[in-house]
């Protein structure tokens, strides 16, 4: 069986064979089907890019209809278990699972770079009185890049990646300086000797110059959400990121504008909002009405649905482990009750059914990050800390990439044709 596809376009007549590659054919293809010389060339569309391929990755599979995540070809499940962020992180950005000598040289290098330029505290300050931490965060990412100019050197493989180890290192002093400093309280920073996850904790809690220890559990559950949350393959925030990248901005600059993506709503905002729909919701009696109203368009369930997955999204299958852990150290968080009842009831009914709506990664981390202290609105927060190695492994396999050009989609101009400019008065 051939490898092609034989296109016939009925407006000429005339026919065309496409080569079919890894199941896709090249977009561009399409631009010889024309119907007279200076026609531009047919174009396809596809608002949101739900049926292109933007490019070719080696760093996460996913498979929706089967609920299949891996990174590097090792499932999700087998990483949460046994790796460590830190070693999930050197296998997304090297491809292979480090060996000793490799993580520890990895280890060191986060450790080396921990700690952000002392001036970049006074940026928190300078921010509105009760700041978003999201928004706090991604002006963080954008002004660390004015510390290493050397940073838009993008060229050069050894200065990526000590800019790769510097966001990476910083990402949880950076996050714990916004929560800090928005609860007027002094800035603590990074100590040695901590785990990447128990390190934030302790910038996070502690008072400063006091010991401080995370509790082990704990530390070991956000280790675990962090590694599920490591990377996703091209969703908006790392197409955010690609996209900016391939005009060859530093990489602070990337990761702000993948942070802000990552911010929305619909994508890393989304464990927020599920808190608040959980809290508006209050009991388990009122969860049908609830479930009346989304199904009427008056709003969304938050938490559920994925433009991928359409079955249930391995890494919620996992935070529900992770919550029964975290639980027995902090006590039952009370709005689990409503979760539980509104995943019930949404599984078995036919809206939801129908359009393959299943709990996705959102749903229950928020009940977990605010069972362990964190208030709502750092949640997403504590997904772009662990995503930043996603982010970063996506852009060096981007950067590597023979096929990068710079991002610039097509778009079909519907707008006014052709008119002349009519003064003021005329109007
Ligand atoms: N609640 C109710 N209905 C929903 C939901 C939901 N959460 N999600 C999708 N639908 C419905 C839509 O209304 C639509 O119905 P229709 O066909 O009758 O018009 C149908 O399901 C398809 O939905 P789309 O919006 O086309 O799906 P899309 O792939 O564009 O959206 C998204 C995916 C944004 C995640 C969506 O499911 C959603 O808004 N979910 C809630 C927000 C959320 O949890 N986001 C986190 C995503 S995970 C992450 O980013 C880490």
């Known amino acids: 069986m051939p490898d092609t596809l034989t296109i016939t376009d009925n407006r000429t007549g005339k026919t065309y064979e496409l080569a079919v590659t890894d199941g896709t054919i090249r977009a561009a293809e399409l631009r010889q089907m024309k119907t007279s010389p200076d026609d531009f060339g047919l174009l396809s569309y596809d ?98 890049g004015t510390y290493y100019p050397e940073a838009r050197n993008i060229q050069d493989a050894e200065v990526r990646r000590r800019q790769i180890h510097r966001i990476i290192a910083q990402a949880p002093a950076l996050a714990a300086y916004a929560a800090r400093s928005r609860r ?18 302790y910038m996070l809690h502690a008072a400063p110059g006091k010991p401080y220890t995370p509790h082990p559990v704990l530390e070991r559950a956000l280790d675990v959400l962090f590694i599920l949350h490591a990377d996703h393959e091209q969703n908006c ?62 709003g969304r369930l938050m938490g559920f649905g994925h433009r991928v997955y359409k079955s249930y999204d391995p890494r919620a299958r996992m935070i529900k482990q992770v919550a029964d852990e975290v639980f027995e150290v902090t006590g039952r968080n009370p709005l689990l009750e409503v979760a539980q009842e509104l995943e019930r009831i949404a599984l078995q009914d036919e809206y939801f059914v129908s359009r393959r709506l299943y709990p996705n990664v959102d749903f229950y981390s928020g009940l977990i990050y605010e069972a362990m202290g964190f208030p709502a609105d750092m949640f997403t927060v504590l997904f772009a800390i662990p995503r930043t190695a996603g982010w970063l492994a996506q852009w060096e396999e981007m950067l590597r990439d023979p096929d990068t050009r710079i991002v610039r989609p097509r778009q079909i101009y519907a707008g006014a044709p052709r008119r002349d400019y009519v003064p003021i008065e005329q109007r």
């Open 47 to 144: 608002p949101a890019l739900v049926n292109t391929a933007a490019c070719r990755s080696r760093i996460t599979f996913i498979d929706g209809d089967n609920g299949v995540l891996r990174y590097r070809g090792y499932p999700i499940e087998q990483l949460a278990e046994q790796s460590s962020f830190l070693e999930t992180a050197a296998l997304l950005l090297d491809g292979e699972l480090p060996d000793r000598a490799a993580l520890d040289a990895f280890r060191a290098a986060i450790e080396a770079h921990r700690e952000p330029p002392a001036r970049i505290q006074a940026l928190f300050a300078g921010l509105a009185e009760d700041p978003h931490p999201m928004g706090a965060l991604i002006a963080a990412f954008g002004a660390l």
């Open 184 to 201: 007027g309280e002094p800035i603590v920073p990074p100590a040695a000797g901590l785990s990447y996850a128990g390190g934030f904790l």
């Open 237 to 298: 925030s790392t197409f955010a990121m690609r996209s900016v990248g391939s005009s060859h901005a530093d990489p602070y600059s990337a990761v702000a504008a993948a942070a802000a993506a990552l911010y929305g709503p619909l994508h890393g905002g989304a464990n927020e909002a599920v808190l608040r729909m959980l809290r508006a919701i209050g009991t388990r009696d009122r969860v049908p009405a609830f479930i009346e109203s989304v199904k009427k368009g008056e």
